[in-house]
């Protein structure tokens, strides 16, 4: 079969900005067009990943207003929501575009436009996605984070240091991302003493609220050949939901949706754990950092915060992890963040990345919704 | 290649429901599944048509609430939105599913609750998928409706009275169609001697506001034929999108994403618009089913009108169009109208649609977002 590869990508710069969503967009699809060396009207699919512009800025029908921006009428549009995790999702859709036959060129646009709302009403927005009988008694997504990671901690005799040390890595690969939204170091001790959001994590173990934009340009591997040799392949992906009640988890620190999502991926690709090179994990809080490099197996369970202890997920470790800055460094504009993670595997294996260059030639990357509710899981290769 | 089929669908009662948006889609989800006779962790990939539940409940990753409700953990879940075309695009996502060969079980499930809402709140919703220069100048979708019925009656010397015939066509329909909002046939007096919305069109040229859900099973046809012997097949689809700006169309009573999408899909059937013997059309304004009959190419140019008039698209005629009631009688939960259309096309094909049945294996739906914005049509043939 003729594998589904990815000739273009883009980002905007991630963080406050002072652009409506379909600004945004366009901003990104132009970007990508351009780096593909794609015209508009190739585009027979554009799919945005999305979750709330309805809700953040009373604004529907946006993938029409892409297809309009960018002249790609008439290609077919549609939006894909799967809550923190629509950028997975709308990369399984593109993939899915091709790899049926549908498309033979498929831009994803992801997005998403929060900063311009106050915290508590972003928090309200997000929060909405979870069971009610969690979100109704205050049981927000940083609560969980908090309840996880203490029992994370005492299960697996971590000390809290480990945490502070997912940020002070992400933290510093962020700082050679150009589209970042935070470029400055931060040191273990200023972790450690930042205010207590939800015990024992602290506010340097969460991820920002961010604006910001992301596309990809995919067509099948024979089409990709016209266009270029920098192109990279996706060779297995996978989603998976996990129990939309957080509390009915059988072991609350073992993402379900990960083990599931990773294990159709694997099997797609024909690849093992021990094969993936460098990975983009869904780091909205630390502990996640921890809890995806186990259940994708990089790790044994209960070990993940040894390797960042001993540095293995450094950008010059045996498996570089989030060398983008992660969602911690980088920001978190929900449609975005998966569509983001695959630009950064996609530069790293076509060799592109930069001063955050590492040595790889299979990457991954896991974009996880709500607390694990659902899960995508993309692998990539160099061709 | 393997056909995608359809091996089961249900909807449920259209109309003011007491219900929610998570307990429309579970009851329609269940009702699918016993009616294709599969089990809910047979579910590979689920997913959910709906534009607005944000908006309109408050509530966000209805996708995972559905999982978690049908009991069908660790399937795949997504949402698609393509505003009233939300329904059409899940049937498109779902294909593509099934023919990338992700999933051999897909379900969709659309549905959207908007009564408990009051008119102005949902029109409002509603209006936000147009272009900006459009709505904040007050032209609506029903605006558009009643200036391209007037441009139409005018370029074409149709009567007035033929708009209205569509109307009274699909209350007959709907009469015996138990899931319809309205089941009562109007006469041609009524509808012409009702309040003017947007003139020339009155309250009778306009579907209703509608709670409701729809839901289909999709699988390769190789699969499909170990469950039961009543399938159809999906044997064309295609999308597009035509300018998000009503405006800038060359020819306002030409609707190019019908044309465009339904060129894809008679290509992939190998069918011309002959072969077409039931079909389904998004008659959100009754205008809107004249532009969609000759955009198809049942009817020639500025003729469909008199197919109406002269009883072709009648349920005893040659070409039966809205034998479920149309979005008129039935109803028009916004997520669930695609879905409800290519139920009612799989009913006619396997010979289930009671006293509503018509002698056709071929039929076709076309689901229209915004005033044409982006079209999907399926094709959709008897085993």
Redesign the interface.
Known sequence: MDRVAIIGASMTQFGQRDAWIRELLAEAGQAALADADVSPDEIE??YVSN??S??FE????V???L??DLA????????????SSSGG?GV??A???V????SDMTMLVGGEKMTHRSTAESTD??A????PVEYKHGVTLPSFAGLTARLYLDTYDAPRESLGKVAVKNHKNGVDNPHAQFRKEVDLDTVLDSPVVADPLRLYDFCPITDGSAALVFCPESVAREYTDDYAVISG?????????VHERADPTTM??VV??SEIAYEMADLEPDDIEVAELHDMFTILEFLQSEDLGFFEKGEGWKAVEEGVTDRDGDLPINTSGGLKSKGHPLGASGVAQVYEIYKQLIGDAGKRQVDADVGLACNV??FG??V?TTIMESR
């Open positions: 699919h554009l979750m709330a309805g809700e009373g604004q529907t029908g993938p029409n207003a297809a309009h790609a009428m008439p290609a077919y549009t549609a939006r894909i929501d799967q809550t999702a399984y859709a993939w899915q575009s790899a049926s036959g549908a927005v997000i909405s996605l979870t069971h992906i996978g989603g998976a939901t996990d129990t939309h009640v379900g949706g599931n999502s919704g709500g509710n659902c995508t």
